[in-house]
């Protein structure tokens, strides 16, 4: 079964810091690859998706991941980080073959203005 | 973009009472539905998925004579929390999958009192 890691349980960064989160997947197969950002008190939302091509995805409100197969990894980033990105960030997978989507543990991110 | 609703939107109930929460896509029928359930800080569980017509798959670990689920119609799933109690207080997120795509909704907050 799949399974999803995120290593970085809390990040905490300035404004206009340059952010990084790790994403690491188990899975031998074709995959999906998502990444979700869950503000305080909100719902989840979709910051980005890879399901095939270009390895390199651009999502909403400036984050971007990549995916490198060989690594199992689809790292979030963004070059430059604001207050208002506070919030806990979840990496998904989902094998293509089926259905549901696994998440993992989450990250939560601190940003100090 | 598709939406998925949830009603309610939170719950409070006495212990042992049994609650049930919609989950409805708005805009499109969706044949697969997920239940997840997100403690506090915490990720999303996967519970159980949900077809249309037939009867849901379980996670290991989710007892489903508890988390009754009712997948009616393809627009519809149900999943009724029996003879609730205080550990069952969470936040229960349904989601609705529209190939490849998979939309998740505001989610529903209960508290067993």
């Known amino acids: 079964a799949q399974s999803v890691s995120q290593h970085n349980h809390h990040v905490i960064l300035s404004e206009a810091a340059s952010l990084e989160l790790g994403c690491n997947y188990s899975?031998?197969?074709?995959?999906?690859l998502f990444w979700y950002v869950q503000y305080p008190g909100q719902h989840l939302q979709l910051l980005l998706k890879y399901f095939s091509g270009d390895p390199l995805v651009k999502g909403i409100k400036g984050f971007e991941a990549e995916f490198i197969k060989s690594k199992f990894s689809f790292n979030l980033r963004k070059p430059s980080v604001q207050w208002s990105d506070t919030a806990e960030y979840f990496c998904?997978?989902?094998?293509?073959?089926?259905?549901?989507?696994?998440f993992g543990s989450g990250t939560r991110l601190s940003i100090r203005p | 973009g598709a939406v998925v609703s949830q009603h309610p939107s939170w719950v409070i109930c006495k212990s042992g009472t049994s609650v049930k929460i919609e989950c409805r896509s708005l805009?499109?029928?969706?044949?697969?539905m997920f239940w997840y359930r997100q403690f506090p800080k915490q990720s999303l569980m996967l519970m159980a998925t949900s077809n249309e017509g037939s009867k849901a798959t379980y996670e290991q670990g989710v007892e489903k004579d508890k988390f009754l689920i009712n997948h009616a119609s393809l627009t519809l799933s149900t999943l009724t929390v029996t003879s609730a109690h205080p550990e069952d207080s969470s936040f229960y997120i349904c989601?609705?999958?529209?190939?490849?795509?998979?939309?998740f909704g505001p989610g529903t907050r209960l508290t067993v009192t």
């Open positions: 989601s609705a999958r529209d190939p490849p795509e998979q939309y």
């Open positions: 998904a997978v989902r094998d293509s073959s089926a259905s549901k989507i696994i």
């Open positions: 805009d499109f029928q969706a044949t697969t």
């Open positions: 899975y031998g197969g074709t995959v999906n």
